[in-house]
């Protein structure tokens, strides 16, 4: 007789954003949007973005949040765990980008007493997603008893130049998705951790019970108009999940403010078949954390629906006819369902979608 698949478990989470540390100060309902003063923004069109006045180091921010994911953990369980990490890259003059990043993971994971890292996803603003799906695929096959996944970004000058650049941020001081006369995205400092086991092993705060990958291969920075492979990541989700679209009970969207969230909104539309599902994106409060958005975003939703409280999509200022969602307004919205769909799509046409069960 066959086994049934393991279901992986999230047993312990930590956070950092420009909302403030832990899990309450993430459903805070209010932007977190102001002038950047973590480095010079004098010769920039745009001087916003969301922030965390008394962050540290990225290497010291993502320790805490490791340290502070693992605080269930025994010493012995943790060197028995390896580490799944998300992160730009950690360059350093006189040295491959590579081989510093990879010191750089090698040395989060000594600090916090793991067994090693496993993998490094440097798979832009799908990295954290990627991981954690990884990570859910392995502990339901039986391939892993414990993973430990971390990603992080925080906001910092030449990605910021980057974008900046290529006028990809808002000009007005908001991000606004979906919405009416949006300009544009803004960044966001991002640091999380989470530990997943077998369910069973000791409480979890949710199941990732769905995942899905995809690609739209078809533009470098553009995504598919009709939103097919980030759909295709969602129906994915939803058939490993064993659940349909009159299931689910809000949506966690990537849309950042840009273009792009019509894609996204066709592509919700299309895989959930028509069933008019609460839909907010949260980095209209904490801003586009890159690398560390898609597990920031994963916690988020967990968090909100734990609380029984849906977070508001800020900034909206009048509907877009081709961003037609349920979107959230005004005020946050009582979670009716313990399933939630957190869904991330990244430059060059990579989609994710991870489908989670929140245990109140």
Same mark, same amino acid.
């Given at each position: ?10 047993t312990?989470?930590?956070v ?7 899990a ?16 010079d ?7 916003t973005?969301a922030?965390l006045?008394d ?12 340290a502070? &994911? ?9 060197? +028995?765990?390896?580490?799944?990490l998300?992160i730009?890259?950690h360059?350093?003059?006189g040295?491959?980008?590579?081989a ?6 090698? +040395? ?5 007493g793991?067994?090693? *890292? ?8 799908v ?11 392995a ?5 892993s ?9 925080l ?12 006028r ?62 980030? &759909? ?20 966690n ?10 894609a ?10 028509g069933?008019?599902?609460p839909?907010?994106s949260?980095?209209? *409060? ?7 958005s ?5 916690v ?11 977070p ?27 399933? &939630?769909?957190?869904?991330n799509?990244?430059?060059g ?9 929140? *245990?109140?």
């Open positions: 007789m066959t086994e049934p698949p393991l279901r992986a478990g999230i312990g989470l930590a950092v954003s420009a909302l403030g540390r832990g309450q100060a993430q459903l805070a309902d209010a932007p977190a949007f102001g002038p950047v003063r973590r480095f923004v004098s010769a920039r069109r745009v001087a973005a922030t006045a962050a540290g180091t990225l290497a010291d921010e993502l320790s805490g949040v490791i502070g &994911a693992c605080t269930g953990l025994s010493a012995l369980e943790r060197a +028995n765990t390896p580490l799944l998300g730009h890259g360059p350093d003059a040295r491959s980008a590579a510093t990043t990879a010191g750089f993971a090698a +040395n989060l994971a000594a600090r916090a793991l067994a090693g *890292v496993a993998r490094i996803y440097t798979c832009a603003c990295s954290g997603s990627t991981a954690v799906a990884d990570a859910a695929a502990i339901r096959a039986g391939r008893g414990r993973v430990v996944v971390a990603a992080g970004y906001v910092e000058p030449d990605q910021f130049a980057l974008f900046d650049a290529g990809a941020l808002a000009t007005d001081g908001a991000a606004r998705p979906f919405s009416a006369g949006r300009s544009g995205l803004l960044l966001g400092d991002a640091v999380s951790a989470v530990v997943l086991e077998p369910v069973g092993t000791r409480e979890v705060a949710a199941e990732v019970v769905g995942w899905g990958r995809a690609g739209d291969a078809h533009h470098v920075v553009r995504p598919d108009p009709n939103g097919r492979g980030l &759909a295709r990541a969602v129906g994915d989700a939803l058939r490993r999940a064993g659940i349909g679209p009159d299931e689910l009970g809000y949506v969207a990537n849309a950042s403010g840009a273009d792009g969230d019509s996204e909104a066709a592509a919700l539309r299309g895989a959930l078949d069933h008019r599902v839909v907010s949260t980095k209209s *409060v904490h801003g586009h954390g890159l690398e560390g898609g597990l920031l975003e994963l988020v939703t967990v968090l909100a629906v734990r609380a029984g409280k849906l508001v999509n800020h900034g909206h200022l009048g509907a877009d006819p081709d961003c037609d969602l349920d979107l959230i307004l005004d005020a946050p919205r009582p979670a009716t369902s313990p399933y &939630a769909l957190t869904v799509a990244a430059f046409g990579a989609d994710t979608a991870l489908l989670v069960k929140a *245990v109140s």
